[in-house]
């Protein structure tokens, strides 16, 4: 009687465990892009020396510094928002650059609202003025118009109100040490959130807003953020208590990555990466600023508190 062989079970392939698993795809390599971080480095390199000696030389260079990124952000946003509008931007750009120099020469805060509703007021009437100078009615011209112009006023008070918050921290008691430490530690902040995304990301922070975005690289952006505040007060020795500090070091990384993804949210919405490629490696003036926008009023608010 013959029998016959029933034919071998197949065997599962022998991983061991330096083997990674079959089932899972491989995870985005723990390493840099070399040509994004040395475009990155390269452009730090010389933009982070005018904007030390900027803050370190102080008044109308200061002031002129901030105005021009103004009106330059504004001008990114305008192309964001597709705006063609070239007299409604002239003079929305002019409005954030009065704004800025007329609060550079002042000191206490109360000033500040006439001057910032003034420039809303020229950003109005020159937008009141483009409407006005369509040749043809057409409805289908009017609505992207009036959405332009509702953009340009909502991007005078994001970057005006903000803007103005560098000068009047840069005019306080010890401000050129305090303008200091908030641009240094909003950038190493930045910088730890991108080195801790690029090694050890995996979880996304926010996909719907920014897929980039990862929890590991905002944990990274923290503690980055906090101890570089906790190192530039020792350095620069400033004026104020262990414990308000503190709370500004745990309050300032967490802000200035929320400025982050605000501008991440808007940019998602208008379908646009970043905000212009006029800084090599880095996106445009407003992607450089965001972080600062929401950060430097911290500032402001903190020093208001504890002086």
């Known amino acids: 009687m013959s029998t016959r062989r029933s034919p071998p079970t197949p065997r599962e392939p022998e991983t061991s465990a330096d083997d990674p698993p079959m089932a899972i795809s491989p995870s985005p390599p723990k390493r840099f892009m070399a040509g994004s971080l040395g475009l990155r480095l390269a452009s730090a390199a010389v933009g982070m020396p005018i904007i030390i000696v900027a803050i370190l030389i102080g008044g109308p260079l200061f002031a002129a510094l901030m105005a021009l990124s103004l009106t330059i952000a504004i001008g990114e946003i305008a192309a964001i928002v597709k705006l063609e509008i070239p007299s409604a931007l002239f003079l929305v750009a002019v409005a954030a650059i009065g704004a800025i120099i007329g609060v550079a020469t002042q000191s206490d805060l109360p000033l500040l609202w006439p001057i910032l509703a003034g420039g809303l007021?020229?950003?109005g009437v020159a937008t009141i003025t483009a409407v006005r100078s369509v040749a043809r009615p057409d409805p289908a011209l009017l609505k992207p118009i009036l959405l332009g112009g509702v953009s340009m006023l909502g991007g005078v008070a994001y970057l005006a109100i903000p803007g103005a918050t560098f000068v009047l921290v840069r005019g306080s008691h010890q401000g050129t040490d305090w303008v200091l430490l908030a641009v240094l530690a909003i950038m190493s902040a930045?910088?730890?959130?991108?080195?801790?995304?690029?090694?050890?990301?995996?979880?996304?922070?926010?996909?719907?807003?920014?897929?980039?975005?990862?929890?590991?690289?905002?944990?990274?952006?923290?503690?980055?953020?906090?101890?570089?505040?906790?190192?530039?007060?020792?350095?620069?020795?400033?004026?104020?208590?262990?414990?308000?500090?503190?709370?500004?070091?745990?309050?300032?990384?967490?802000?200035?990555?929320?400025?982050?993804?605000?501008?991440?949210?808007?940019?998602?919405?208008?379908?646009?990466?970043?905000?212009?490629?006029?800084i090599p490696g880095h996106g445009g003036v407003l992607d450089r600023l965001d972080s600062l926008l929401f950060g430097l009023p911290v500032v402001y608010f903190f020093l208001q508190w504890t002086t």
């Open 121 to 123: 007021g020229i950003a």
């Open 190 to 278: 930045d910088a730890a959130a991108y080195a801790g995304g690029r090694l050890i990301g995996r979880h996304q922070l926010a996909p719907s807003v920014s897929p980039n975005k990862t929890i590991e690289g905002a944990v990274f952006g923290w503690l980055g953020g906090f101890g570089a505040t906790i190192a530039l007060d020792q350095i620069l020795n400033l004026d104020v208590e262990i414990w308000p500090l503190v709370l500004l070091a745990l309050v300032l990384p967490i802000v200035s990555q929320l400025g982050d993804l605000a501008e991440s949210l808007f940019k998602r919405a208008m379908d646009v990466k970043d905000s212009s490629n006029l």
